[in-house]
């Protein structure tokens, strides 16, 4: 089955302790990106990256890494992780071409404390 | 630059209702255009898009037109259901680039 798997699914943790939310995708696809949700915002990009190794910012990459390895795998590094990163966080793929839709992962509920 | 400005919810109707949630979006090039529905704890799924201009996108009875002139793409369904429930988003992805855009979301109840 085609897919994008986060996980975790939930996380909580404290003000500076480094977490990566990984994520992979089953479908050969060339493109990935991060997107945060929060309340009245809808969704903001993060990062995205066309293929492996080459990634680049979206509108909201301050306090976020990534990297892009293997083709299958995009995972989000937060380094020190902060409340204001408290969010709904979601992982996507598509085919390159720009008509080609995203398929979206269910999305990882962050609360930093 | 690129943005897509959706209709503010939330949105509530009765069952059978006739629903429109205008979107309208500025973008350089010619880009792609999509509706997006989020049900309750889950991710984004695909509704509908289209690619060019007049073109007109449909699915589960929901239609939107990519109306160059106007710059929108406004979703429509003529009779909706309770299980139509959710959050739509439009979006847009440019032509020449990768990068998506999206709305801030619609929240769309059915009351039966």
């Known amino acids: 089955e085609a897919q994008v798997t986060q996980n975790p699914r939930y996380l909580i943790t404290v003000t500076g302790k480094k977490l990566t939310v990984t994520c992979s995708q089953n479908m050969n696809h060339e493109y990935m990106s991060w997107y945060r949700q929060d309340p009245g915002l809808g969704l903001r990009q993060i990062y995205y990256?066309?293929?492996?190794?080459?990634?680049d910012k979206g509108d909201v990459p301050e306090g976020y890494k990534v990297s892009r390895k293997e083709k299958r795998n995009f995972p989000l590094i937060l380094e020190s992780p902060s409340p204001n990163q408290t969010s709904l966080y979601f992982c996507a793929s598509s085919w390159g071409a720009a008509n080609e839709k995203l398929f979206f992962g269910s999305g990882t509920q962050l609360s930093v404390l | 630059g690129n943005s897509v400005t959706q209709m503010e919810g939330p949105v509530t109707l009765s069952e059978e209702a006739f629903l429109t949630i205008n979107c309208t979006y500025t973008a350089t090039g010619y880009p792609s255009l999509f509706w997006y529905v989020q049900y309750p704890g889950e991710g984004l799924q695909l509704l509908l898009k289209?690619?060019?201009?007049?073109d007109k996108g449909s699915n589960k009875g929901f239609e939107a037109t990519y109306r160059k002139e106007t710059t929108s793409f406004h979703l429509e369904k003529g009779s909706v259901q309770v299980s139509d429930s959710a959050v739509y988003f439009c979006a847009l992805r440019r032509g020449t680039g990768n990068q998506f855009y999206f709305g801030t979301g619609t929240s769309l109840t059915v009351i039966p």
């Open positions: 990256s066309m293929n492996v190794e080459v990634t």
């Open positions: 289209a690619t060019k201009a007049d």
